[in-house]
């Protein structure tokens, strides 16, 4: 596939014109977002902002409608949030949330802040698209399920599978070449992709890509291509550590946390980690300060029940928002979970497609609304399409 238009991702020095105003998105490196960090991100998003922070499925942070982009620039860059210029739109980097913490073959956190630095240390690979995503998985297999394009997935304390477009290609590296190899892999999709903003956006597009990285990677296959699984658990409620600490996960309602929260967030002086599925993980409690904090931020909306039907659910940005959107798809789901009408997983549910008004969708499982039929945000794996069309809804399964 050769790509016609640049890739549009937004940034903070680029912002996206989105219907209902400018939009900035914030690389969170590994998701990892230190609480006076916290404290900017709340003030940005009420000071210039619409008020909200929006999480991605990539674990980074949106602010929309903002009103003064370089007041915002200048607060993220004094925060730590914008260490390059060059650099801003390549910093995607997912690592698996409870690493170091709670199960997995090795902590992966560190080798995320050492990718970081690696990768803005190399001007060249500030050349990167904007879509570009790194995936480090302690083990347990939850974000290599991403499809990342360049990541690791470790098989051992000191083992890791090499994975190009969302596969393991045989190599195996220890936790001391892991930041290098996937700088080298990065740089050999920059030799393959092409020059200029027309280039391919994301490895996978280009045919024998994959193969070609490796041969210039110049090193042996050493085990068999691992299969990698495609479900995994949200971290959500309160977490046992391997130490005798707490995590709490919290779902985060269509990834929209409001500056309230997020002040709160800021108040529990723990670093708060963003994950790539609209939810936080925050680690490194006590018991008496985690019940305190799911007493404080349950009823602000964070969600600690692994039950809620908010967790089945996702939607793309909708109106007004999107200017290609047939509705308001958020306040419709929202409707939706408020009267009950998402379901818990039924295997006996109907599969026939259905077209029907809002207020009579009802849908089992897992499920991703849509204004149009792009379903942008839609996530991997078993999902039912709920999309908007001019005649009402329509729900694919
Ligand atoms: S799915 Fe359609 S309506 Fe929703 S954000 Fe994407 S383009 Fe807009």
């Avoid at 068999?224 to 985060?252: F, K, S």
Wanted: proline share 7%; aromatic share 4%; with cysteine.
């Amino acid at each position: 596939m050769t790509r016609s238009a640049p890739d549009s991702c937004p940034g903070v020095l680029r912002l996206h014109q989105a219907a209902d105003g400018p939009l900035a998105r914030i690389r969170v490196p590994g998701g990892r977002l230190e609480s006076a960090q916290l404290q900017v991100l709340a003030d940005a998003a009420r000071d210039l902002g619409n008020g909200n922070l929006e999480l991605t499925s990539r674990g980074n942070i949106q602010v929309r409608q903002v009103r003064d982009a370089s007041e915002l620039a200048l607060r993220l860059g004094a925060a730590g949030l914008l260490p390059s210029e060059t650099h801003e739109r390549v910093r995607n980097i997912v690592a698996s949330p409870l690493s170091g913490r709670i199960g997995g073959f090795a902590d992966v956190q560190g080798l995320a802040v050492g990718l970081d630095a690696g990768l803005l240390a190399d001007p060249r690979l500030g050349d990167l698209p904007g879509r570009v995503l790194f995936t480090l998985d302690d083990g347990r297999g939850d974000v290599s399920t991403l499809h990342g394009d360049i990541g690791i997935h470790a098989i051992g304390d000191d083992e890791f599978a090499l994975l190009l477009a969302g596969a393991d290609t045989g190599l195996r590296v220890t936790a001391g070449e892991a930041v290098d190899v996937m700088l080298d892999a990065a740089r050999g999709f920059l030799d393959l992709r092409g020059t200029g903003d027309t280039g391919q956006w994301r490895l996978h597009e280009i045919p024998g890509g994959v193969e070609s990285v490796i041969e210039a990677l110049d090193r042996s296959p050493a085990g068999a291509p691992l299969e990698l699984g495609a479900a995994h658990d949200i971290p959500i409620g309160w977490l046992d550590q391997d130490n005798g600490l707490v995590t709490l996960g919290a779902g985060v309602p269509l990834g929209t946390l409001s500056a309230r929260t997020t002040e709160f967030l800021a108040a529990i002086e723990q670093p708060v980690f963003v994950t790539p599925w609209r939810s936080l993980v925050i680690p490194d409690l006590a018991e008496g300060p985690a019940e305190t904090v799911v007493r404080v931020l349950a009823p602000m909306g964070l969600i600690f029940d692994a039950a809620s039907p908010w967790l089945q659910v996702s939607a793309c940005a909708g109106r007004p928002g999107c200017a290609k959107s047939l509705t308001d798809v958020r306040a419709d789901l929202t409707a939706a979970i408020e009267s009950d009408r998402v379901l818990p997983e039924n295997p006996d549910a109907p599969t026939e497609d259905a077209l029907l008004p809002a207020e009579e969708v009802t849908v089992a499982g897992r499920q991703h609304w849509s204004g149009c039929d792009r379903r942008c945000g839609r996530p991997q794996g078993p999902v039912t399409d709920v999309v908007a069309t001019e005649h009402g809804y329509r729900s694919n399964h």
